[in-house]
């Protein structure tokens, strides 16, 4: 069984989103949100590192609806911020719904930037993550 570096891990997540707006927005919402691409039960229910791909390009494959199962089920303990990263993350995906008023309401400032850059681009903005040092999803 291969255990990916956080960079690799990250790396994968992207090339495997790479060519859908909601998946990329998802993607790159939980990575810039810094804890769910981490996280040992994450990567246990949701993530499967896939090395043997057509490309080349090892993919991380992110199953919503197991991460949706295991976070209702108590079995992804985090905080409620991390919670809410991850149901906003899963409605972009995969279209699970999401009580967003409570959801955004717990976020800091840079969480709350996050899921703006992400919304904006579900909608086709590519450019919504580049940031001051120019640093955006590839």
């Not at 990329?24 to 994450?42: C, D, K, M, Q, S």
């Not at 246990?44 to 090892?58: E, F, K, L, Q, S």
């Not at 199962?69 to 990263?85: D, K, Q, T, Y």
């Amino acid at each position: 069984m291969t255990n990916p570096t956080p960079n690799e891990l990250t790396e994968a997540a992207r090339a495997w989103a790479r060519g859908s707006y909601a998946l990329e927005a998802a993607v790159e919402l939980l990575i810039r949100h810094g804890v769910w691409l981490t996280h040992r039960e994450f990567r246990r229910y949701a993530i499967d590192y896939v090395t043997a791909t057509y490309t080349r390009v090892p993919y991380a494959v992110i199953d919503w609806q197991a991460a949706h199962i295991a976070l209702n089920r108590g079995c992804m303990p985090c905080s409620g911020s991390e919670a809410a990263i991850l149901r906003i993350a899963l409605s972009l995906a995969d279209g699970l719904p999401v009580e967003l008023g409570p959801a955004i309401t717990g976020l800091d400032t840079t969480n709350l930037a996050h899921v703006l850059a992400a919304i904006a681009h579900a909608s086709g903005n590519r450019v919504a993550w580049i940031t001051k040092e120019g640093e955006g999803p590839r």
